[in-house]
């Protein structure tokens, strides 16, 4: 069993900066990818950013050159690190892993997501 655990969600003005944090805990033989996603009102869950265990990363459009992901290994954790933020990041975000277990399968987590709020 896995978990993975977010923290750093919250309010904040427009133009301000938050950062994500999320870490896997539990029977982890590796980590590949790791990433995170968010879901607005009414709206569908979309991928933010997501990055491999090398350090490659891809974002969303909406988000490139504000938003920076980064992970560290040892930790098993995820960070994103959310500048000039804007009403429409509003939504709670949600930390995936794609991971496996010491019993040799892989397998696809969800944290339980994280409120950000950015008002106007």
């Known amino acids: 069993q896995v978990q993975l655990v977010e923290s750093g969600g919250g309010l904040v003005q427009a133009g301000g900066s938050l950062r994500l944090s999320c870490t896997a805990s539990?029977?982890?033989?590796?980590?590949?990818?790791m990433g995170w996603y968010r879901q607005a009102p009414g709206k569908q869950r979309e991928l933010v950013a997501a990055?491999?265990?090398?350090?490659?990363?891809n974002y969303a459009d909406s988000v490139k050159g504000r938003f920076t992901i980064s992970r560290d290994n040892a930790k098993n954790t995820v960070y994103l690190q959310m500048n000039s933020l804007k009403p429409e990041d509003t939504a709670v975000h949600y930390c995936?892993?794609?991971?496996?277990?010491?019993?040799?399968?892989?397998?696809?987590?969800w944290g339980q997501g994280t409120q950000v709020t950015v008002s106007s």
């Open positions: 995936n892993a794609d991971l496996t277990e010491w019993n040799g399968f892989a397998y696809n987590y």
């Open positions: 539990g029977s982890i033989f590796s980590i590949n990818a």
């Open positions: 990055i491999t265990r090398g350090g490659s990363t």
